[in-house]
């Protein structure tokens, strides 16, 4: 790098075009895997190295190019060392069973086109979305938020369009991780643990099957005002 930079040569680095998470305690306990192993994968930037191997939203990426994905040594390091053009072989975790897909790097974007894609959770929601609940109670006990079916109406208040199915967060109990890992009045959550939830009672029905299989949270497949969908692990209480 220091004699390309003496030569006036532009640095390259790596990108596959995608948005990860570590894999922290909470994501690794809600997937039932191996915590620092891996990292979550939280969208995937169409047209981009990522999109054009096949990976997809909830992907785990556990090696890239032979090299093992942990908190020392993180995808994107890996990846920015990685001269574009280059094809690699990504090893995934994709519901529950391992995978080897094949990639070939692109060239990183310029700071200003990242920023670009970056999600605020924290982005203003309509304040016309009703107050209340629906369901038995039990989302309220376990994640500390109060939901309503989303319905069309809501949606189009929301920017989501009319075709926009799942839950829609009303009220968020601030003590609650919930509230920590961004979840808000406004937020519609599309699934729980991979299955998509159209009503309370279906989350309420994965968030049982959580507890009974003994794990302390829930992958969470969320969307807010103005961001692409994410996923957020939250513990449950």
Not at 78 to 101: F, K, Q, S
Not at 188 to 214: C, D, K, M, W, Y
């Amino acid at each position: 790098i220091v004699q390309n930079l003496i030569a006036g040569e532009t640095i390259e680095r790596g990108y596959l075009g995608v948005r990860i998470q570590p894999m922290t305690e909470d994501f690794a306990s809600a997937l039932g895997i191996q915590q620092n192993r891996g990292e979550f994968v939280q969208s995937v930037e169409p047209g981009e190295a990522a999109d054009q191997a096949g990976l997809r939203p909830g992907d785990v990426v556990l090696q890239v190019d032979g090299k093992d994905v942990t908190p020392d040594q993180t995808l994107s390091y890996i990846v920015a060392n990685i001269a574009p053009g280059t094809r690699v072989p990504l090893v995934i975790l994709r519901d529950g069973e391992r995978r080897t897909l094949t990639a070939t790097v692109g060239r990183r974007p310029s700071e200003e086109q990242l920023q670009q894609q970056f999600f605020d959770p924290n982005a203003e929601q309509d304040s016309q979305i009703p107050q209340g609940s629906s369901g038995s109670g039990a989302i309220e006990k376990s994640l500390g938020v109060r939901a309503i079916p989303l319905t069309p109406q809501i949606a189009r208040q929301l920017g989501l369009g009319d075709s926009a199915r799942g839950v829609v967060v009303t009220d968020v109990d601030p003590n609650a991780d919930a509230a920590r890992k961004g979840l808000q009045r406004g937020t519609v959550i599309l699934s729980a643990n991979g299955t998509a939830v159209t009503t309370p009672e279906e989350l309420e029905r994965v968030i049982r099957e959580a507890q009974n299989a003994g794990r302390p949270a829930v992958l969470l497949r969320v969307q807010a005002r103005g961001g692409p969908a994410v996923s957020v692990a939250v513990r449950l209480r």
